[in-house]
């Protein structure tokens, strides 16, 4: 089992002890949405985003999907180094910061989409950018 899981460095980490548990929250919020979109029928393309599949369905499910199973390993790295590896917590806190800025960038400048509703993400990211920075900083505190 050491080969795929090492011992823990959970005695190596010395930021704030809220860091690692709100990066456990994170992982979960990631792996939820990753299962609705690989699993739901339309991938939560239709029923959740309002998106319109009467034109590429398969390829629009398909790409939800395919993000989804993205999301879920992404969520499952993040429990296990909030859980096992937490000397790894700053580096996938700031990871998940510039994710979540390049999402937003996308989301709302550069690429908003020709509708005039946005997905629950788009909203989600803006509120996630925030409390990751807040994260960020608590793990990056030495503590005693």
Do not use: C
Not at 30 to 47: N, R
Not at 50 to 72: M, S
Not at 111 to 132: F, N, Q, S
């Amino acid at each position: 089992m050491t080969m795929l899981l090492p011992e823990s460095t959970n005695a190596a980490y010395r930021g704030h002890p809220a860091a690692p548990w709100g990066l456990t929250a994170l992982g979960i919020l990631t792996i939820v949405p990753g299962a609705i979109h690989a699993f739901l029928p339309d991938g939560g393309a239709g029923v959740i985003a309002g998106l319109d599949l009467t034109h590429n369905a398969t390829t629009i499910i398909g790409v939800f999907a395919w993000v989804g199973a993205t999301q879920i390993v992404w969520g499952l790295t993040m429990l296990a180094v909030s859980l096992r590896y937490r000397s790894l917590v700053p580096l996938l806190l700031a990871l998940i910061l510039v994710e979540r800025t390049i999402i937003a960038l996308n989301q709302w400048v550069f690429k908003p989409g020709d509708g005039p509703d946005r997905p629950p993400e788009a909203y989600a990211t803006l509120a996630v950018i925030p409390v990751v920075a807040l994260l960020l900083t608590l793990a990056l505190k030495r503590r005693a």
